[in-house]
């Protein structure tokens, strides 16, 4: 997996990139063909503002948080994703995908 971790008007820290890495580590855990992920933290005015995109076979699933705190846009970014990652993998678990059900209107 390829992790990139940019700023935008901010320095990335290596406490704020280990926080990343590990909070994101749990996402991937999820789904073992992550091909790439970046992650762009950036400050506008009293906003602190997240955004990550996930490179997976087929998609790319984007997700931004914006929050007071920067540590808190990450968490709520997270959480997100893990959601949006849960239910692309869910997707491609579903074997019935794509068949019709035949209705059949039963009398007595």
Do not use: C, W
């Not at 993998?89 to 995908?97: P, V, Y």
């Amino acid at each position: 997996m390829n992790l990139q971790i940019s700023g935008h008007h901010l320095e990335v820290t290596p406490a704020i990139r280990d926080y990343v890495t590990g909070k994101l580590e749990r996402v991937t855990s999820h789904f073992d063909n992550v091909i790439g992920v970046n992650v762009i933290l950036s400050v506008e005015k009293l906003k602190q503002k997240a955004e990550v995109t996930v490179h997976l076979p087929g998609k790319d699933v984007f997700v931004e948080a914006i929050d007071e705190d920067l540590y808190a846009a990450v968490d709520s970014l997270v959480d997100k994703l893990e959601r949006q990652v849960q239910k692309y993998k869910q997707k491609l678990q579903d074997h019935h995908r794509g068949e019709k059900i035949n209705n059949h209107i039963v009398t007595e």
